[in-house]
């Protein structure tokens, strides 16, 4: 049985950073693609960054330059790392897994239960 861990989320002030860690158990971190979504209460969860079993890293737009997506294969851990941070990014935070080499199609069976992160102005 797939489970994931997000741990990180917090409340920081804009302009400041945070780490986001997600633990999977029951999943192969170094050949399967892993990525972070967010979603806001009343819309719909997008995704914020992908990293591909060969370690290729893609960013919504909205992100870019801003955030980080990275592994580590020994401690079997991904991390989303957030610099810039904006109100605007204030979300729940999600890690999301599948069996695959390929971010694409977007489409993510395993879910963790979410960190929140508020960013004050």
């Given at each position: 049985?797939?489970?994931?861990a997000?741990?990180?989320?917090?409340?920081?002030?804009?302009?400041?950073?945070?780490r986001?860690?997600?633990?999977p158990?029951?999943f192969?971190?170094?050949?399967?693609?892993?990525?972070?979504?967010r979603?806001?209460?009343?819309?719909?969860?997008?995704?914020?960054?992908?990293?591909?079993?060969?370690?290729?890293?893609?960013?919504?737009?909205?992100?870019k330059?801003?955030f980080?997506?990275?592994?580590d294969?020994?401690?079997k851990?991904?991390?989303?790392?957030?610099?810039s941070?904006?109100?605007?990014?204030?979300?729940m935070?999600?890690c999301?897994?599948?069996?695959?080499?390929?971010?694409?199609?977007?489409?993510?069976?395993?879910?963790?239960?979410?960190?929140?992160?508020?960013?004050?102005?």
């Amino acid at each position: 049985q797939v489970q994931l861990a997000e741990s990180g989320g917090d409340t920081v002030q804009s302009g400041g950073s945070l780490r986001l860690s997600c633990v999977p158990s029951g999943f192969d971190i170094t050949t399967n693609s892993m990525a972070w979504f967010r979603q806001v209460p009343g819309q719909e969860r997008e995704r914020v960054a992908c990293l591909d079993g060969v370690e290729r890293a893609t960013y919504a737009d909205f992100v870019k330059g801003r955030f980080t997506i990275s592994r580590d294969n020994a401690k079997k851990t991904l991390y989303l790392q957030m610099d810039s941070l904006n109100p605007e990014d204030t979300a729940m935070y999600y890690c999301a897994a599948k069996e695959s080499l390929w971010c694409d199609p977007p489409h993510y069976p395993f879910w963790g239960q979410g960190t929140r992160v508020t960013v004050s102005a």
